[in-house]
């Protein structure tokens, strides 16, 4: 009943930035959390950043000061703008967003994934 999807990843070299952009669609009625994680071949999937529906931001320590995750004009797109990259930031990102059906059942729902690749 929601679809997410993510767009935006890409290669780039060290020090590159990217922005990846996650849409969710569907019978949704509010839009709780939004979160960005990452999962790189061998490693579990981590939690890389996520925004509440007040604009409250978290941030892995790994990505601090570099990643910024933010709302769209569209109050169902979130960005994740992506500094600094490094070599260890290679991962498929997914977009995971949690809130309300139009029916008022909670939902959750997992993006697809989009291969960010960090590399000279």
């Known amino acids: 009943q929601v679809q997410v999807a993510e767009s935006g990843g890409g290669l780039v070299q060290p020090g590159g930035s990217l922005e990846l952009s996650c849409e969710a669609s569907g019978r949704i009625f509010s839009i709780n959390a939004v979160a960005w994680y990452r999962q790189a071949p061998g490693k579990e999937r981590e939690l890389v950043a996520n925004i509440n529906s007040g604009g409250g931001t978290n941030y892995a320590e790994s990505v601090k000061g570099r990643f910024t995750i933010s709302r769209g004009d569209a109050r169902n797109t979130v960005y994740l703008q992506m500094n600094s990259l490094k070599p260890e930031d290679a991962a498929v990102y997914y977009c995971?967003?949690?809130?309300?059906?139009?029916?008022?059942?909670?939902?959750?729902?997992w993006g697809q994934g989009t291969q960010v690749t960090v590399s000279s």
């Open positions: 995971f967003v949690a809130g309300y059906y139009t029916d008022m059942r909670r939902f959750d729902s």
